[in-house]
């Protein structure tokens, strides 16, 4: 073992039902959060309310998803809902759409 080596197992990609199940455990468990009213689910100060809530969606959401996955997943859902939320807030005050798409490229 060299200086610079980091022991990892590494995962093989979960197969299309693996990745089915993966959904629909985190489905499931988005659903609760929203019938809860919990927006981010990773906040360490309203865990216990995701634990008595939603534990057990959380934990057969956290044992049939890549761990990864399940990060990624609560969060882009947060994100997901904080851009949405601003959208609507900017629609509500009389903002609309542009004509046109912003390109960043260089040219």
């Given at each position: 073992?060299?200086?610079?080596?980091?022991?990892?197992?590494?995962?093989?990609p979960?197969?299309?039902?693996k990745?089915?199940?993966c959904w629909?455990?985190?489905d499931?468990?988005?659903q609760?959060?929203t019938e809860?009213?919990?927006?981010n689910?990773?906040d360490?100060k309203?865990?216990s309310?995701?634990?008595?809530?939603c534990g057990?969606l959380?934990?057969?959401?956290k044992n049939?998803?890549?761990?990864?996955w399940f990060?990624y997943?609560?969060e882009?859902?947060?994100n997901?809902?904080?851009r949405?939320?601003?959208i609507?807030?900017?629609e509500?005050e009389?903002a609309?759409p542009?004509p046109?798409?912003?390109d960043?490229?260089?040219?």
């Open positions: 073992m060299g200086f610079f080596q980091k022991e990892e197992t590494v995962q093989a979960p197969n299309k039902s990745r089915l199940e629909d455990s985190r499931k468990f988005f609760c959060l809860n009213k919990i927006d689910s990773l360490p309203i865990q309310k995701v634990e008595l809530n057990e959380r934990n057969d959401f049939k998803c890549v761990a990864s990060k997943f609560q882009k859902r947060f997901d809902l904080i949405q939320r601003y609507e807030k900017l509500a009389g609309q542009l046109f798409k912003l960043n490229r260089k040219q």
